[in-house]
């Protein structure tokens, strides 16, 4: 574990890595790149890593596929480690896994993160990990709220070393439902956990819901 040095003692501090997924088409979005969709004058992705240093993540790996001719430069500035997937049409399952083993295991705990979620801020990262650190059993924190999944989920680096040791079909999704017992939900109402978009309908609905307007990126 890292330390930190406070008042003259050393304080241990987790080492906290992250994995951002932005592979996707955005078929449903008329071939978009969401994670290139703008709130507030800022792409989602750049406000993804944004939180994800405002929660002090030591190490991040970007995970890129269609589109990663625009998505790449729109994350030059930020110093993480970008991925590529060269077959993203085999789905997001393909890209996690390129996402686990580029980050490895040398982690006390590791974000998973879509790019596509348009409220996830720092504070809710922070108190993702602090609940992770502090959960009664398991190996992995999963948000839920009113019953449903939410994002993002976090792992300790023993089951991520689990999950790189196991069948290259095997990621955290089905790991999940394959070892139910390693999994703590974490009960909230926070509905940043559970907003993303899909489709332009879901633009809308965002702009309904919380008053904010998301923009198509522009054409290239």
Same mark, same amino acid.
Not at 15 to 39: D, F, H, N, T, Y
Not at 51 to 62: F, K, P, Q, T
Not at 191 to 204: G, K, P, Q
């Given at each position: 574990?890292?330390?930190?040095?406070?008042?003259?003692?050393?304080?241990?501090?987790?080492?906290?890595?992250? &994995?951002?997924?932005?592979?996707?088409?955005?078929?449903?979005?008329?071939?978009?790149?969401?994670?290139?969709?703008?709130?507030?004058?800022?792409?989602?992705?750049?406000?993804?890593?944004?939180?994800?240093?405002?929660?002090?993540?030591?190490?991040?790996?970007?995970?890129?596929?269609?589109?990663?001719?625009?998505?790449e430069p729109?994350?030059?500035?930020?110093?993480v480690k970008? $991925?590529?997937?060269?077959?993203?049409?085999?789905?997001?399952?393909?890209? $996690?896994?390129?996402?686990?083993?580029?980050?490895?295991?040398?982690?006390?705990?590791?974000?998973?993160?879509?790019?596509?979620?348009?409220? &996830?801020?720092?504070?809710?990262?922070?108190?993702?990990?602090?609940v992770f650190?502090?959960?009664?059993?398991?190996?992995?924190?999963?948000?839920?709220?009113?019953?449903?999944?939410?994002?993002?989920?976090?792992?300790?680096?023993?089951?991520?070393?689990? &999950?790189?040791?196991?069948?290259?079909?095997?990621?955290?999704?089905?790991?999940?439902?394959?070892?139910?017992?390693?999994?703590?939900?974490?009960?909230?109402?926070?509905?940043?956990?559970?907003?993303? $978009?899909?489709?332009?309908?879901?633009?809308?609905?965002?702009?309904?819901?919380?008053?904010?307007?998301?923009?198509?990126?522009?054409?290239?």
């Amino acid at each position: 574990m890292a330390c930190d040095l406070k008042q003259g003692g050393f304080v241990s501090r987790a080492r906290i890595g992250a &994995i951002l997924l932005a592979a996707g088409q955005g078929s449903r979005m008329g071939s978009v790149p969401k994670s290139l969709l703008e709130l507030e004058g800022l792409p989602l992705i750049n406000r993804q890593l944004i939180a994800l240093s405002g929660a002090e993540v030591d190490e991040v790996v970007v995970v890129t596929g269609y589109h990663h001719e625009r998505v790449e430069p729109a994350v030059a500035e930020f110093p993480v480690k970008i $991925v590529r997937n060269p077959n993203p049409e085999n789905g997001q399952a393909s890209s $996690v896994r390129l996402g686990i083993e580029a980050l490895g295991s040398n982690f006390d705990a590791i974000i998973m993160a879509l790019s596509d979620q348009p409220l &996830i801020n720092a504070n809710d990262i922070k108190k993702l990990i602090a609940v992770f650190k502090n959960r009664p059993s398991g190996e992995i924190l999963m948000p839920v709220v009113n019953g449903q999944r939410g994002n993002p989920i976090v792992l300790s680096g023993a089951v991520m070393g689990q &999950i790189i040791e196991s069948a290259r079909n095997t990621v955290c999704r089905n790991f999940m439902d394959q070892h139910p017992e390693l999994v703590t939900p974490y009960e909230t109402d926070n509905e940043h956990f559970v907003f993303d $978009v899909d489709s332009l309908e879901d633009l809308n609905t965002f702009a309904a819901k919380t008053g904010l307007v998301l923009k198509l990126p522009s054409p290239r």
